[in-house]
């Protein structure tokens, strides 16, 4: 059921401070402060690149995976929505790796470019949710995230076991191929093993977001910009607004203003700033006072550092809690989530389930 919740959706955001825990113990020792993956039937030092395949917010997880994947283990990661993937025809080098994330384990296209892969001499890796599944019976090895059932067809709980999922995989896969050393990993460990305790610091919030709500909930169109993993967590805020609200909404990375969107920009167009203090924070802070110039209304997502620089520009801002910048796209996950879910009950939407939508898409 839906315990004190009016919604399956909220309940599945809340319980992610425990799913993300739950998860995260599967490989992942708290004390020494490693991580354990199964046996992999490869070698990561082998890997000349990897292949990562999903749709929808599966995909924006393995968006972030890429660059991770690149900057803690130096390896080249292409990422691909299935239904390109299966159709095009990619060539793949024998003995790579090609790994499918995915919420149902059923998605027809996932499958597809899973059983493409397959054939053509990959070792096929998957991210699945749900226990017994057919990308699960295809693949060579599963990771089985532990969200617990997914009752909302937005995607949630889900997408951040995917992406802790993700971050240790990296992890690992830059320890085994020698690019960070035991005191890096131990650092990463740390700031991932923060993770359930920052998201529930974040959910302690909610109040704050439900007013910002209030502010956008009229708008036609809304803009969410970020650079770097801000930039997927942008696509994926947009992808929950518009699924859940029906508002026309955008995600682009922030320098990619210039090259067309900011033409849209008025004062009734508001913006989603994705900013966490990384190494991006100044660049994406110019392009916020870009939009600000055009008299877009800012709603501006940062910590602590980033409000007190910036924050008193914005028509609001969402405080998060400062941490390192690796796990920061999986915390700022949780207040694009919640602003779509406010703004979709402010507009009277069925937040559990959207028109034309379905949870498991098992056709093209
Ligand atoms: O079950 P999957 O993870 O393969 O599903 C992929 C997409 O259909 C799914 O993420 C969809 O985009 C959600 N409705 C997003 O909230």
Not at 81 to 98: C, D, K, Q, T, V
Not at 259 to 285: Q, R
Not at 327 to 338: C, F, K
């Amino acid at each position: 059921g839906k315990g004190n919740h009016r919604h399956f959706m909220m309940k599945e955001i809340v319980e992610q401070p425990a799913v993300i825990g739950e998860t995260l113990s599967s490989f992942f020792n708290p004390r020494s402060r490693t991580i354990t993956l199964p046996d992999l039937p490869f070698d990561w030092k082998d890997l000349p690149k990897i292949t990562i395949v999903a749709c929808g917010t599966s995909f924006y997880a393995a968006m972030i995976a890429k660059y991770w994947f690149e900057k803690v283990a130096d390896l080249s990661v292409e990422v691909d929505i299935a239904s390109e993937f299966r159709y095009r025809n990619m060539p793949l080098r024998e003995g790579g790796l090609a790994m499918f994330i995915s919420q149902s384990g059923e998605t027809a296209d996932t499958l597809a470019a899973l059983k493409y892969a397959k054939e053509n001499g990959q070792h096929i890796g998957s991210i699945i949710n749900v226990e017994e599944s057919s990308m699960g019976r295809e693949s060579d090895f599963v990771f089985h995230t532990q969200a617990g059932p997914e009752i909302g067809v937005a995607s949630t709980k889900a997408f951040t076991c995917q992406l802790v999922t993700l971050a240790c995989i990296a992890i690992d896969a830059g320890v085994q191929r020698g690019v960070i050393d035991h005191e890096e990993e131990a650092r990463l460990c740390a700031a991932i093993s923060e993770v359930p305790a920052r998201a529930a610091e974040i959910l302690e919030s909610h109040v704050n977001i439900k007013n910002l709500a209030e502010k956008i909930f009229e708008a036609n169109d809304i803009l969410y910009i970020g650079r770097g993993t801000g930039y997927p967590v942008a696509l994926e805020g947009a992808l929950k607004l518009k699924e859940l609200s029906y508002i026309h909404a955008e995600g682009y990375a922030a320098g990619e203003l210039k090259h067309g969107p900011i033409a849209l920009i008025d004062d009734t167009v508001p913006v989603i700033v994705v900013a966490p203090s990384d190494p991006y924070f100044e660049k994406t802070a110019s392009n916020m006072q870009e939009v600000m110039a055009r008299k877009a209304r800012v709603i501006f997502l940062s910590d602590a550092a980033g409000i007190e620089q910036l924050g008193e520009h914005a028509v609001g801002s969402i405080e998060l809690p400062s941490v390192d910048p690796f796990v920061a796209p999986i915390l700022y996950a949780l207040p694009v989530q919640l602003l779509a879910y406010y703004v979709a009950v402010l507009k009277g939407t069925d937040v559990d389930q959207p028109r034309n939508l379905a949870k498991s898409v098992t056709v093209e």
